[in-house]
């Protein structure tokens, strides 16, 4: 884990001497409108160039879960040598090969390579207008930007467009221009990068527009909660001072009336504990993932993203066991360890069962993202040897620290009855509304973080993303608290798992946003896209649903035990 962390944070700067080695990696190819599924890149009849000579590629973590197959080409290029086109092999193209290449240009089938981490991407053919002829791409034209002893742009040109018929020989070949380009080192990734479509009006709007619901939202709590409390203590207050015969005839509700319930532990507290600890580890690795992402490019890094938020989220461990922990301790739970164990392997077993299930069916097309047994086996190493241990250390500590049930009310022995009361005070209707403002102000962002992950465009404002993230914590705040006032003022005391699964259904929303995105703003087909579409976003709303129940339970908690102490309570 240690070592992939290091090469995360330690990019290899490639500094090139004259005429030193230059290497092509071929990666992966696939179907334009399946940006997920990839094959490697010789799976179609392609050949190789003569050069075998090649250090060897150790790939990251990150990699590895993501499919990287990065191949040697073969062809010799070296540095600031120019080559003039050079066939460096033949296909001798039988009925079988035809038929494979035919298949890959009647699904849009393209290609992606690099040089010194630059990707390049390229078209394997294309039909007539008819669909009846078929025309393979022969000749790769690579130009070359230096900068000094370093290579900062790479652009390829496929031309030598050439009938696919049975029982031929094709030849293929590729010639090297280099060129001396202005581009700095370290922007060679801009022109990558699309400010047009991440910088739109409509992004700005977006952001702006929820900043304005937030304002709108803490204003609006803080005047309900404000004068009706105010009413509520004046209320309660005068109540202190009458005697008893007024009290017995005079009409008592409202929250205060459950405040002998109100502390009364949650129904099933040893998942609520897991789920609460694991969304304070989510929400942990999201502000630090995306601060990183802040500081460091990290999209300039095959994989990286990914590798670091494995390395944040086993490093965060503690977090989850500390939360976790504590609130069960709170609860007066007894069985400290199991709980211990369901949150620490919640999340991980989750991910790894989509991921399992998905591996199946890329196994089965024999794609590139069938996840390798060695990495299955350092993933699982990373549970038990680095998640567990922390979980148990934030644990311990969770349950020494602050496992105290203080709470400013008694607890009744007996609970209290809760009265009928209309039908959208209910729980479920509160749950089923609670999640409709948070996904109002992220499903924007949504749209864009969707693009980047299954387009081809590459995330970089992650500026906009911290502000979402703050802007979806005070909503989901906001609302939860609101909600959980109504309830406790119908005197019903189960706000707990309310205020947790009325945040959560924040999850729900996005899970639908994703069906409409899939039929109307993406081509995606087949078996295999389809179902790794539908378990990673299943998977992402999850999480992003735990990470936001946890806020909205916290943020509650808080609400709800300042209301109780301010209160006189005989």
């Known amino acids: 884990l240690f070592y992939y962390s ?185 022109k990558y990068l699309d400010p047009s479509f991440f910088q739109h009006r409509i992004h700005w709007f977006s952001i702006f527009n929820s900043f304005m619901m937030v304002i709108f939202l803490v204003g609006l709590v803080s005047m309900i909660l404000m004068r009706t409390l105010r009413k509520d203590y004046a209320r309660y207050s005068k109540e202190e001072e009458m005697d008893d015969m007024d009290r017995d005839l005079g009409d008592e509700y409202g929250w205060k009336q459950v405040h002998g319930d109100v502390f009364r532990p949650s129904s099933h507290p040893l998942i609520f504990s897991s789920l609460i600890g694991s969304g304070c580890q989510i929400f942990s690795v999201s502000l630090i993932v995306i601060i990183v992402a802040m500081v460091e490019d990290l999209y300039t890094e095959r994989g990286s993203m990914l590798s670091t938020a494995i390395f944040v989220y086993a490093a965060t461990s503690p977090v989850n066991g500390y939360f976790g922990g504590s609130l069960y301790a709170k609860q007066g739970g007894r069985r400290w360890i199991k709980q211990m164990f369901i949150g620490a392997f919640m999340i991980p077993a989750m991910v790894c069962g989509t991921a399992f299930f998905i591996n199946f069916i890329a196994i089965y097309y024999h794609a590139s993202r069938a996840i390798p047994f060695g990495t299955m086996v350092a993933v699982c190493c990373i549970c038990f040897f680095v998640i567990l241990p922390l979980n148990l250390v934030g644990t311990i500590l969770g349950r020494n620290l602050s496992g105290q049930p203080n709470f400013p009310c008694r607890v009744n022995a007996v609970p209290r009855p809760i ?78 798992w309310t205020s947790f699964l009325s945040a959560a259904s924040t999850a729900v929303y996005v899970y639908m946003y994703s069906f409409y995105y899939y039929f109307f703003k993406t081509k995606m087909y087949g078996l295999f896209q389809t179902s790794f579409y539908f378990g990673y976003m299943a998977v992402f709303s999850t999480a992003l649903g735990i990470m936001c129940g946890a806020i909205g339970y916290m943020g509650t908690s808080a609400f709800v035990r300042k209301i109780y102490t301010n209160v006189k309570i005989d």
């Open 419 to 496: 009265p009928e009361k209309k039908w959208f005070m209910e729980p479920a209707v509160i749950v089923c509304l609670g999640g409709i403002l948070p996904f109002g102000s992220i499903f924007i962002e949504m749209y864009f973080i969707f693009t980047s992950f299954w387009a081809y465009k590459i995330y970089y404002v992650y500026g906009f993303m911290m502000l979402v993230l703050v802007i979806l914590c005070i909503v989901t705040v906001c609302v939860t608290i609101v909600c959980t006032y109504f309830l406790l003022n119908a005197e019903d005391y189960r706000w707990q």
């Open 6 to 190: 290091f090469f995360l944070l330690s990019s290899c700067l490639e500094v090139y001497t004259d005429k030193e080695e230059v290497v092509l990696w071929m990666n992966t190819v696939g179907p334009y409108h399946n940006r997920q599924e990839t094959y490697k890149y010789f799976s179609l009849p392609f050949c190789a160039g003569s050069k075998k000579t090649i250090s060897h590629y150790h790939e990251t973590l990150g990699e590895a879960l993501q499919g990287v197959e990065l191949e040697f080409s073969g062809l010799d290029i070296k540095f600031k040598d120019e080559v003039m086109q050079t066939t460096y092999c033949e296909i001798d193209l039988d009925k079988a090969k035809r038929d494979a290449f035919v298949y890959a240009i009647k699904n849009h089938y393209w290609y992606q390579m690099y040089i010194d981490d630059l990707p390049i991407w390229g078209i394997v053919g294309e039909a007539d207008e008819n669909g009846e002829d078929h025309y393979l791409w022969t000749y790769k034209k690579l130009e070359i930007g230096y900068n000094g002893n370093r290579i900062v742009d790479v652009n390829l040109t496929s031309e030598g467009k050439v009938r696919l018929m049975a029982n031929t020989r094709i030849a293929m070949s590729y010639s090297v221009k280099w060129k001396k380009s202005d581009v700095k080192f370290e922007d060679r990734f801009d």
